[in-house]
């Protein structure tokens, strides 16, 4: 009986005898073949040399899937491991796996990787791309493939081993001298591997935990063409010049110090300036929408996280409790609890319902030192919470609200291009699946009503509820995520939550977690990025700068700054003893909207001289003019 290959427009290819992915790939065009990257066999990726003996459906990747990617990078890190083993055959080999962009492979080595090594390692990858070595799979039982390894003395592929029950099937892959654990699938051969950049070395700590060997990680990039790695390094160009920590330093916001200790962040007066006009935009906007503000300690006793369930489920990423008077203390690392008790310090009827209680509030999370990330990823952070507290039949019209508050904000700070994801029910979830259903139809409503277009995310929810993601795109085409609405079936539940309805009974209010900024930290790092530190003009810190250009106009410039100030601008004066050039080139670097250059001239006819940010000379007008043409812009 033929083979039947269904493809993925619905056309089906018949085989007499076993064929494999690639043949199929050649059958339909030499171009396709030739750009296949691997298979995907019935939901399974496979090598594109993978036997098809039965009736299947068939995808074949190439680069531009996100599947083929993956394997493309991953097979990637199995040749840049061949090079380094080659040109320092004492290093061992931990792990390589394909990442979001790219690659690495973590080395134990007693000493970092060079610029210089790393230009040798990418010269013999490429050596070795050229040779056309086979990525060939080979399964093997555990005690073989223990010996293996052991004859080679790769110690961390043993432990690995270790880890694997003695009954499973181990698969290996070999290209050339090279041979490495792994479970696939990988490209045919190291050809495809057309252009490298290794990026960068760091070191990193087996498995991630600290108490492990530092182990030496090199970073990578390949594609099938040197057109897209040139791309990639300009892109690479770009965003390092609008790298929100670069910017931090460059414009003075904030900085992290060593002494104080890495995570933790410290707001120098224009960023704690930029953060006060964030929070205040985001207090005034809650309470015309119907929030109720609310602040809350930043410990609370165990017995409370126990409740959470934080200290079954979150411990790790918690610190150390604090013993005060005999009884263990935690310092929060969310604020949904405190939230909760809130709530619950009062009777409430469904006639007081929705409550939305929300909090500018500062948790604390342990994050590994390796991933800790300027403000991206810190250890002591504000989240922008809010608790939607309702009835069932609410719960449609509140998460339209919320969706709708949400890009009304982000669109407020300049975002205009959004991702918007709904995760449905993993597999391991809390509550009754009825409410799941209720809760995921009412998000998809309200996305489908407001005519958005959205991802499924199938099995992205959390445990205790399906959400709302939404993420923003910048000119760089990097999608950053801010906006989470998120249901929790968990918590009610356990915090014993109720309200007294119509029927004087008590029932179980639906509770949705909503982050809009997501953490006023990331959200601050995500807008310096976004706009390349060319803020909105409402939020720059100074609005306009008074260039003096002798000392003689000091006095004047000092009596403009008063006069501005009490119309509401942010102004300074550069008292600085320098040419009135550098001044204009250094309030430019600096990114200040407007500068206002006061000479001999200016005082006497009481007329001002003013610049704009990017654009330049504005020419001579009176000071209301002036006023009413920066305000016009902020």
């Known amino acids: 009986m033929p083979i039947k290959i269904t ?46 003996d039965r009736d299947a459906k068939l995808v074949l990747h190439t680069f531009k899937t996100e599947a083929g990617k993956d394997i493309y990078w991953h097979s990637t890190a199995h040749l840049m491991a061949q090079a380094v083993k080659q040109l320092f055959p004492e290093v061992k080999v931990t792990i390589g796996p394909a990442i979001e962009q790219g690659f690495y492979y973590d080395f134990d080595r007693d000493k970092p990787f060079t610029e210089e090594e790393l230009e040798q390692i990418e010269e013999r990858m490429a050596f070795l791309a050229k040779q056309n070595l086979p990525y060939a799979r080979k399964e093997l039982s555990k005690a073989e493939a223990m010996e293996i390894f052991a004859n080679m003395g790769e110690d961390y592929k043993l432990e690995i081993l270790g880890e694997i029950p003695d009954t499973d099937v181990i698969s290996t892959y070999t290209q050339g001298d090279f041979i490495d654990l792994c479970r696939g699938p990988h490209i045919p051969h190291t050809g495809k591997i057309k252009a490298v950049k290794l990026l960068k070395s760091s070191g990193a700590y087996w498995r991630g935990d600290e108490k492990n060997k530092m182990l030496q990680r090199i970073y990578g990039i390949s594609f099938p063409t040197l057109k897209e790695l040139d791309g990639y390094l300009e892109f690479l160009r770009q965003a390092a010049l609008r790298d929100h920590r670069k910017l931090g330093k460059d414009l003075d916001l904030f900085s992290i110090n060593e002494d104080i200790g890495p995570g933790l962040v410290l707001w120098h007066p224009n960023g704690a300036m930029i953060r006060h006009l964030i929070e205040a935009y985001w207090k005034e906007e809650h309470l015309r929408r119907g929030y109720k503000l609310v602040y809350t300690p930043h410990v609370g006793r165990a017995n409370l996280w126990e409740t959470s369930g934080h200290l079954g489920f979150y411990k790790e990423n918690m610190y150390a409790a604090m013993d005060v008077e005999g009884q263990d203390y935690y310092i929060k690392p969310m604020n949904c609890p405190f939230h909760i008790a809130i709530y619950n310090s009062n009777l409430h009827s469904y006639r007081e ?44 019209s509140e998460v339209e609200k919320l969706i709708v508050f949400s890009l009304d904000m982000l669109k407020h700070f300049g975002f205009r291009d959004f991702l918007i994801y709904l995760s449905t029910k993993p597999d391991e979830a809390v509550g009754d699946p009825a409410d799941w259903d209720v809760a995921t139809a009412s998000l998809r409503a309200s996305l489908e009503k407001l005519g958005l277009e959205y991802q499924v995310d199938a099995g992205g929810g959390a445990f205790y ?68 530190g060319n803020l909105p003009h409402w939020l720059a810190p100074v609005q306009m700068m008074i260039l003096p250009i002798t000392e003689a106009q000091m006095p004047f410039a000092r009596k403009l700054e008063e006069d501005f100030r009490l119309r509401g601008l942010r102004c300074e004066v550069d008292p600085r003893n320098e040419k009135i050039g550098y001044k204009i080139r250094d309030a430019e670097l600096k990114k200040i909207p407007f500068m206002c250059v006061i000479g001999k001239k200016e005082e006497e006819s009481g007329q001002i001289t003013l610049r704009q940010h990017t654009v330049g000379d504005l020419g001579s007008m009176s000071f209301a003019e002036a006023l009413s043409r920066v305000q016009s812009d902020t």
């Open 353 to 396: 319902l929705p409550i939305r209680l929300a909090e500018l509030g500062t948790v604390y999370r342990y994050e590994r030192s390796g991933v800790l990330h300027g403000l991206m990823r810190v250890r002591g952070f504000t989240q922008d919470d809010a608790h939607i507290i309702c009835t069932p039949d609410q719960l449609d």
């Open 7 to 52: 493809l993925p427009d619905g056309s089906a290819k018949l085989y007499e005898q076993p064929v494999s992915a690639l043949q199929v790939a050649e059958d339909i065009s030499p171009r396709l073949a030739e750009a296949a990257i691997c298979a995907e066999l019935d939901g399974v990726l496979v090598d594109l040399g993978h036997s098809i």
């Open 465 to 532: 509820g399906p959400k709302i993601d939404i993420k923003i795109k910048d000119a760089l085409g990097r999608a950053w995520q801010c906006s989470t609405i998120q249901f929790d079936f968990n918590e009610p539940t356990r915090f014993d939550m109720h309200y007294i309805g119509a029927d004087n009974a008590q029932h179980r209010p639906y509770m949705v977690h909503r982050a809009i900024l997501g953490s006023v930290e990331r959200f601050f790092a995500t807008l310096l990025e976004y706009h390349s």
